[in-house]
């Protein structure tokens, strides 16, 4: 197939204890999925009940991830940048109108993430009744680091969820306290779109987001699934 330019480089991340590489092919994001950040959000209503989980996009090239230390730019336009610490799901194969029992099966690893965030534009956004797009899908907004196997870190349902900013910890929750488990999430999404084979889904976060300035210095983990270090440049 002729094009009339190159196509475009393909997103990737690192996968632990391979050379390969994972293909990032689209980023779905759960809104809300611990209470006690619902409540910080002023979502009361869903703090108080499970309600049907919410999504949103990322673009699959906002993604950042690999190396010792990811190094991600302050973004424009804002003067509110939030860090939220996600568990990262990495689909190793799709499917639609998947049962909540078959979930795990397309699920290729796990990862650690950031849904880094505009704030101050998403709650115009938000007041306005408009998208959250230009809050929640800019350039480097959504770091993660390497990918974990599922063959190595099995299927993480609880264990410590967590990051520091300089050093002081600001989120520190457990994947236990999660609203919706990752399989009815994977199984709910399937309803709305076909997945694929390279779509993340970012789980939601815990208590505790706040502002990033240029030159924090970022590092956060899930029990059994990673680790990342990032710093604001």
Same mark, same amino acid.
Not at 50 to 75: C, L, N, Q, S, W
Not at 89 to 107: R, W
Not at 140 to 165: D, F, K, M
């Given at each position: 197939?002729?094009?009339?330019? +190159?196509?475009?480089?393909?997103?990737?991340?690192?996968?632990?204890?391979?050379?390969?590489?994972?293909?990032? &092919?689209?980023?779905?994001?759960?809104?809300?999925?611990? +209470?006690?950040?619902?409540?910080?959000?002023?979502?009361?209503?869903?703090?108080?009940?499970?309600?049907?989980?919410?999504?949103?996009?990322?673009? *699959? =090239?906002?993604?950042?991830?690999?190396?010792?230390?990811? $190094?991600?730019?302050?973004? @424009?336009?804002?003067?509110?940048?939030?860090?939220?610490?996600?568990?990262?799901?990495?689909?190793?194969?799709?499917?639609?109108?998947? #049962?909540? =029992?078959?979930?795990?099966?397309?699920?290729?690893?796990?990862?650690?993430?950031?849904?880094?965030?505009? &704030?101050?534009?998403?709650?115009? #956004?938000?007041?306005?009744?408009?998208?959250?797009?230009?809050?929640?899908?800019?350039?480097?907004?959504?770091? +993660?680091?390497?990918?974990? @196997?599922?063959?190595?870190?099995?299927?993480?349902?609880?264990?410590?969820?967590?990051?520091?900013?300089?050093?002081?910890?600001?989120? %520190? *929750?457990?994947?236990? $306290?999660?609203?919706?488990?990752? @399989?009815?999430?994977? +199984?709910?999404?399937?309803?709305?779109?076909?997945?694929?084979?390279? =779509?993340?889904?970012?789980?939601?976060?815990?208590? *505790?987001?706040?502002?990033?300035? &240029?030159? %924090?210095?970022?590092?956060?983990?899930? $029990?059994?699934? *990673?680790?990342? &270090?990032?710093?604001?440049?």
């Amino acid at each position: 197939m002729e094009y009339i330019f +190159a196509p475009h480089a393909v997103a990737a991340l690192p996968v632990t204890g391979s050379t390969g590489r994972f293909p990032v &092919r689209r980023i779905f994001c759960v809104g809300r999925n611990y +209470a006690d950040h619902a409540r910080e959000m002023g979502a009361v209503d869903q703090a108080e009940g499970r309600e049907p989980p919410f999504f949103f996009t990322k673009p *699959g =090239d906002a993604v950042v991830g690999g190396g010792d230390e990811i $190094a991600v730019a302050y973004p @424009p336009l804002t003067a509110n940048l939030h860090h939220e610490v996600e568990l990262v799901v990495a689909l190793g194969a799709g499917g639609a109108n998947v #049962a909540v =029992d078959a979930a795990k099966d397309l699920i290729f690893g796990y990862a650690v993430g950031l849904d880094l965030t505009r &704030r101050d534009l998403q709650a115009r #956004a938000k007041e306005k009744g408009h998208p959250w797009d230009m809050g929640k899908g800019f350039d480097q907004s959504a770091v +993660a680091g390497p990918i974990c @196997p599922a063959t190595a870190c099995g299927h993480p349902a609880a264990g410590r969820i967590w990051l520091s900013v300089n050093g002081q910890v600001r989120q %520190d *929750g457990d994947l236990s $306290a999660m609203m919706w488990k990752v @399989p009815e999430i994977v +199984a709910n999404l399937s309803t709305l779109v076909r997945l694929e084979a390279g =779509d993340l889904i970012y789980t939601g976060t815990p208590a *505790g987001v706040g502002p990033l300035v &240029r030159g %924090d210095r970022l590092e956060a983990a899930v $029990a059994g699934v *990673g680790a990342l &270090r990032a710093s604001i440049v």
